[in-house]
T-cell receptor, first 109, second 114 residues
Framework: GQNIDQPTEMTATEGAIVQINCTYQ??????LFWYQQHAGEAPTFLSY??LDGLEEKGRFSSFLSRSKGYSYLLLKELQMKDSASYLC??????????WGAGTKLIIKP | GAVVSQHPSWVICKSGTSVKIECRSL??????MFWYRQFPKQSLMLMAT?????????EQGVEKDKFLINHASLTLSTLTVTSAHPEDSSFYIC??????????FGPGTRLLVL
């Protein structure tokens, strides 16, 4: 079966760095996405990785290792507004998104 | 960037009534749109894939007669929840496919069935 695993909840301090991991097992791979979702809102796109390596975009970076079925989202200089759920999703061979359950990130002052 | 809208954003209805949710791509055409449902503290669950001009493809466990999908134009897909019950209360989100790798999400519709 297809499976996406990510931690349920993480806590970090304002100004610090946090890494959210995601492991996956899917039928085929056409890229891995990270989305941010604030409570009661639709997800917003953060990053897309299809090749191995690190993609940096401002305070957010995303890493992918296809051989290990592993990705992480790195958030630097954390701000209170970064408190949200972070969803990992993999696009399978049929170009459908398989979603993780999301990681709730709590930022403390 | 591409914009997808949903209407209404909030709906409260009585049990047994039907509710229609619209999903529009505002500045691009989308031959394929997706409908998702999200229960509290759970991940998005794909309900169905809506293709313009043809029947929707439903995921296993989703009742096609209860969740009617119509994708009559390249910019509009509708989801109708028929004979809604309290267990249908959820957050319904649509997305529109721009390319194979890219889809844009609507803001979501929160449905509460009393």
């Amino acid at each position: 079966g297809q499976n996406i695993d990510q931690p349920t909840e993480m806590t970090a301090t304002e100004g610090a760095i946090v890494q959210i991991n995601c492991t996956y097992q899917t039928s085929g791979f056409n890229g891995l996405f990270w989305y941010q979702q604030h409570a009661g809102e639709a997800p917003t796109f953060l990053s897309y990785n299809v090749l191995d390596g690190l993609e940096e975009k401002g305070r957010f970076s995303s890493f992918l290792s296809r051989s290990k079925g592993y990705s992480y989202l790195l958030l630097k200089e954390l701000q209170m507004k970064d408190s949200a759920s972070y969803l990992c999703a993999v696009m399978d061979s049929n170009y459908q998104l398989i979603w993780g359950a999301g990681t709730k990130l709590i930022i403390k002052p | 960037g591409a914009v997808v809208s949903q209407h209404p954003s909030w709906v409260i209805c009585k049990s047994g009534t039907s509710v229609k949710i619209e999903c529009r791509s505002l500045d691009f055409q989308a031959t394929t749109m997706f409908w998702y449902r999200q229960f509290p503290k759970q991940s998005l669950m794909l309900m169905a894939t809506s293709n313009e001009g043809s029947k929707a493809t439903y995921e296993q466990g989703v009742e096609k007669d209860k969740f009617l999908i119509n994708h009559a134009s390249l910019t509009l897909s509708t989801l109708t929840v028929t004979s809604a019950h309290p267990e249908d209360s959820s957050f319904y989100i649509c997305s529109a496919r721009v390319t194979e790798e890219t889809q844009y999400f609507g803001p979501g519709t929160r449905l509460l069935v009393l």
